[in-house]
């Protein structure tokens, strides 16, 4: 079975700055998809930046972008130039498709910014 | 706005009785999902439709049922309730049920059980 874990309950890191959520998930198969969701306050949850595992090069979305490491079974966000907007409730997620196309979340890091 | 609605946004109900939640997917999309985000499950799958049909379901108790209608609005049926359903449900969508589309989140269903 699919698994995800975030081992970072809780993070945090001042405006501006430069912050990595860890992510780490277990599969047999060889093409998925990866996700990162971000649940702010208002309890919506956005896509942030997705990854697929049969392309090389990390996907990238303005100040988010991602460390995929296939053979690592990693898949780390990066937040540049950190806004006080981004104070949020992160899922990684996971997706291989096939007949359920259903997601698998991990446990979330709840990422605090400080002004 | 994802254009995925959900209704009731919040919803109080005693243990024992049977409640509905109501999703519109986003304008063309054939296919909808249901979560359930709990405190002590986490974000978990719960049942998926495409075009009227079942096509996959997750950890959804019996109690629990849905349905995906012509008009393409799904309803997740929720009976004998327990404390422990109390949750978030969220409804997603997407155009075709494959992996390449991406879901888009209804806002949920804030659901609390006493």
């Known amino acids: 079975a699919q698994t995800v874990t975030q081992s970072q309950p809780e993070m945090s890191v001042q405006e501006a700055e430069t912050v990595t959520l860890s992510c780490t998930y277990d599969t047999s198969e060889s093409n998925y998809y990866l996700f990162w969701y971000k649940q702010p306050p208002s309890r919506q949850m956005i896509l942030v930046i997705r990854?697929?595992?049969?392309?090389?090069q990390n996907a990238t979305e303005n100040r988010f972008s991602v460390n995929f490491q296939k053979a690592a079974k990693s898949f780390s966000l990066k937040i540049s130039d950190s806004q006080l907007g981004d104070t949020a409730m992160y899922f990684c997620a996971f997706n291989h498709g096939g007949a359920t196309n259903k997601l698998i979340f991990g446990t979330g890091t709840l990422l605090a910014v400080q002004p | 706005d994802s254009g995925v609605t959900q209704t009731p946004k919040h919803l109080i109900t005693a243990t024992g009785q049977r409640v509905t939640l109501r999703c519109s997917p986003r304008?063309?999309?054939?296919?909808v999902y249901w979560y359930q985000q709990s405190l002590d499950q986490g974000l978990q799958f719960l049942i998926q439709y495409y075009n009227g049909e079942e096509r996959a379901k997750g950890n959804i108790l019996e109690r629990f049922s849905a349905q995906q209608f012509p008009d393409l609005h799904s309803e997740l049926n929720l009976s004998s309730l327990e404390l422990g359903d109390s949750a978030l449900y969220f409804c997603?969508?997407?155009?075709?049920?494959?992996?390449?589309?991406?879901?888009?989140f209804g806002p949920g269903t804030r659901l609390t059980v006493t």
């Open positions: 997603a969508s997407s155009v075709q049920p494959g992996v390449y589309y991406e879901q888009y």
């Open positions: 990854q697929e595992a049969y392309k090389q």
């Open positions: 304008s063309g999309d054939l296919s």
